[in-house]
């Protein structure tokens, strides 16, 4: 049995808000949550994320940076800025994780001294930073487009701390047992989910897909990993409460059993 916790990320309930996310989180019974910074402007204050953990008395296990494609703005245009403003605000709310993607291609100076200037915020914050594999994108069903740099497999740098997303992993055509092997004790953080393998990245229920979600949590376990297990799901096509309520308790029950993990016994 495992004692990581389970979490649920802000991005799960998208296009909800990171207030309903932290309701949900609550409500199913999730450990802690995962901040997204985005679009959604409660991500982005450390106040207004400090005060839905007081409320709902849900703990924050990391901070996603603003690293995607639409939240280039979000935070400034500075890249090293907005993984600085990241670590602050995990330091702010308890959080011991920051979870941030390799830098794009046309990032030309950020990517030159990303290695190095990870190694160095760690040190300089006290903040995790587990930087997440991510895919090539593919052109074709023959073209694959290296995107990031330096690649989009961290276990192949000398990162301290990475993540494993196993929707990206699916697009990847990567094994992330396999992935994660190569990482051994620097694996920090994990985004559980699912995919088919095709080139959207889609963030399936896990178990939905063709990753072998639950293999993968029993190798975790077997492994003896104390990190972090995130939902991150997408919703967005749930078109009623009840189907998103659905597939948030769905993906909680499947991460439970298969970390061996017991619902916590009602007071």
Known sequence: MTTCRIGL?????????????????????????EVMVGIDALSQQTSAVQQLIDHHQVPVSAIHAPCLLFTQRVWGLEPWGKLERSAEMAKAVGAEVVVVHPPFRWQREYARDFVDGIAALEESSGIAF?????????ASTRRRLEMYVPGWDPSEEPYANTAIDLSHAAIANADPIAMADRMGDRLRHIH????????RDE?????????DAAGFLQHLVASGFTGEVVLEINTRRCTTRDEREADLRESLEFAREHLAVSAPAES
């Open 130 to 138: 587990a930087v997440e594999n991510m895919y090539p994108w593919r």
């Open 192 to 199: 559980l989910t699912d995919g088919s393998g095709s080139p």
């Open 9 to 33: 990320s802000t991005s799960s309930v998208y296009p909800e808000s990171t207030a309903h996310a932290f309701a949900w989180a609550a409500s199913l019974g999730y450990d802690t949550v």
């Open 203 to 211: 963030h399936l229920v896990p178990g939905r897909g063709a990753m």
